[in-house]
């Protein structure tokens, strides 16, 4: 047995499709249907064996975006919602891949449905996709099969993934605004320098006079734009491309990243907050689904989305595992606010540590709205000044001479 499985690992596994066939069965009725497969001729020998004969295959094409966090998510709470009504793990997976109006997902459910129909257990299927189901996931839906509360625990988890996603949507909201604004300054402040200055200046060399500093600064940004806009666009362009590119799939770049944003001023806190919300949600998520604390730890390191919390995180889970007190443990880290570890240390002494950190977690869910909304309110103002300073100091400098002509007359 050892043998045959070795083997069965060893061997390369092989590209599969989905195929749309057509064709007759015995009673020369037309039948149709779908079936995934490496190639026509095995659709073609495979309806051969169940007497039909094949008039047409075709092999679909897949139309869809990308597979994003909110698919997966909604996945999860329909799954949850179909198995808590009693339906059949197998068609629960038929109904959703087949509702689905991203291709991407029919299809990816698709695979992770075959998998568990060739005997796979639903954990090791997820497993085999770890770019949409990470190790919390699939723990969580291991331990769900293995004490046979599965609805349950894909429940906890379609509400779990709810709430990350929420924070995460929040973030992303705060985040959005300010750098709307700053791309729509940056592109009405170059239409003016290229397009508006130099109209001006054509006008001011048959004046025949000195001109203010200021215009005369300003004007010499013009040039510089009209002479060099192509390398400012590209550069700026290139630049953005190049420091995303580097951030997602640099470590280094992630890890330093992750140490200034919680150093801003201004956004520092907010993405500080998310990062307990998310670090105390999960870790209430997983002990409450019987995971032993030290393998909770494990995949809460990841959870958190901030390498600093991954390496307190991680020391918390080395001084955990040899006896130490979660409590004392996170005291030694010096990342956590001294209520979060004030109620951790009374779950711990009552049995409730799921509950109080589901409370902590609750808490700073609305320490972010709050911190939000307080940013958006900021930001406005902040934001007209900036605009109002930029925009207002250009017209200034450009009517200055005007303004000299009229006090001369």
């Known amino acids: 047995m050892a043998t045959a499985a070795a083997a069965a690992a060893r061997k390369p596994d092989v590209k599969e499709y989905n195929f749309t066939w057509v064709g007759t069965d015995k009673a020369n009725k037309t039948v149709r ?3 995934r497969a490496s190639g026509e001729a095995h659709v073609n ?9 094949v008039l047409e295959v075709k092999r679909q094409r897949l139309r869809g975006g990308s597979i994003t966090e909110k698919d997966i998510t909604l996945f999860t709470r329909q799954m949850a919602t179909m198995m808590k009504s009693g339906v059949p793990l197998l068609q629960a997976f ?4 087949k509702g689905h109006s991203n291709a991407a997902v029919a299809k990816l459910l698709l695979d992770i449905k075959t ?25 969580l839906v291991g331990a769900g ?5 599965l609805d349950s625990l894909l429940d906890r988890l379609a509400t779990y993934k709810e709430k990350i996603l929420a924070i995460k949507s929040k973030i992303k909201s705060a985040m959005f605004y300010p750098v709307a604004i700053i791309v729509v300054a940056f592109v009405i402040t170059a239409i003016i320098m ?19 500093g200021p215009t005369l600064m300003v004007m010499a940004m013009s040039d510089f734009f009209v002479e060099y806009w192509y390398a ?11 420091f995303f590119y580097t951030w997602k799939r640099s470590v280094k770049m992630q890890i330093f990243m992750d140490r200034v944003t919680l150093r801003l001023p201004i956004f520092g806190n907010l993405i500080r907050i998310s990062a307990i919300a998310r670090w105390a949600r999960t870790l209430s998520t997983m002990f409450a689904a019987g995971v032993p604390l030290v393998d909770a730890l494990e995949s809460v390191a990841g959870a958190a989305g901030n390498y600093e919390y991954y390496v307190a995180t991680k020391k918390i889970q080395s001084d955990v595992a040899t006896g130490t007190s979660l409590t004392s443990s996170m005291q030694g880290t010096e990342v956590f606010p001294n209520m979060v570890i004030q109620m951790v240390s009374i779950g711990e002494e009552a049995g409730s540590l799921d509950a109080m950190l589901s409370k902590v977690a609750d808490f700073y869910e609305q320490e972010v709205d709050d911190a939000v909304n307080a940013l958006t309110s900021l930001m406005e103002p902040l934001i007209m000044v900036v605009l109002g300073t930029l925009i207002g100091g250009l017209v200034i400098a450009m009517y200055l001479p005007i303004f000299k002509m009229g006090q001369a007359v």
């Open 115 to 139: 998998d568990v129909e060739t005997g796979s257990s639903l954990k090791q299927a997820f497993e085999k996709h770890p770019l949409y189901f990470d190790a919390l996931f699939c723990n």
């Open 194 to 212: 290229i397009f508006v200055i130099p109209a001006f200046k054509s006008v001011f060399a048959s004046f025949g006079a000195d001109l203010p």
């Open 33 to 35: 249907g779908e079936m």
């Open 145 to 149: 099969e293995a004490a046979g509360i």
């Open 232 to 242: 400012i666009f590209g550069g700026i362009g290139f630049g953005i491309w190049f």
């Open 94 to 97: 038929d109904i959703v891949g």
């Open 45 to 53: 020998a495979s309806l051969r064996r169940q007497g039909i004969k």
